[in-house]
């Protein structure tokens, strides 16, 4: 498990929910549990929790484990019940930097072009008949 690709602030707040779920009403019904950070997620910020030796949960619980979490600044968690074995897979997420950067990307890429049109431009200008202008090419 690679905990050194977290942000600082995710690996703090993953121990603030580790803390209040044991805090937690499903905690005292649950007097066995034990929640082991597994791994991290590769598809966005965040990390797998497992929950084992549960013996009981409901709806509530769940409810409860989301609202703990978003009070900590995750952005959502989804949840795996293993009924065979009572293990129960928390995956916390929070929001990264993934929309803003493919934003830059468009946004260099937009640059790029127009600067590559204005500098053909400017050769058409200088020499008309080496670089003929686009509207030419399908005349």
Excluded: C
Excluded at 34 to 52: A, E, F, P, S, W
Excluded at 103 to 112: A, E, G, N, Q, Y
């Amino acid at each position: 498990m690679n905990i050194s690709k977290l942000p600082a602030h995710v690996s703090q707040s993953v121990d603030y929910i580790i803390n209040d779920i044991y805090d937690s009403d499903f905690a005292e019904n649950n007097v066995d549990v034990q929640i082991d950070m597994v791994g991290v997620l590769n598809y966005t910020n965040g990390v797998k929790l497992r929950l084992t030796y549960v013996d009981s949960f409901e709806d509530d619980d769940i409810h409860e484990w989301r609202k703990i979490a978003e009070s900590h600044g995750a952005s959502g968690i989804k949840t795996r019940v293993h009924t065979s074995s009572g293990n129960i897979e928390l995956n916390i997420e929070y929001k990264g930097p993934g929309k803003t950067s493919v934003d830059k990307l468009w946004m260099v890429r937009s640059i790029l072009i127009l600067v590559a049109s204005w500098s053909y431009h400017q050769l058409h200008l200088l020499e008309s008949d080496r670089y003929p202008s686009p509207t030419e090419w399908f005349a």
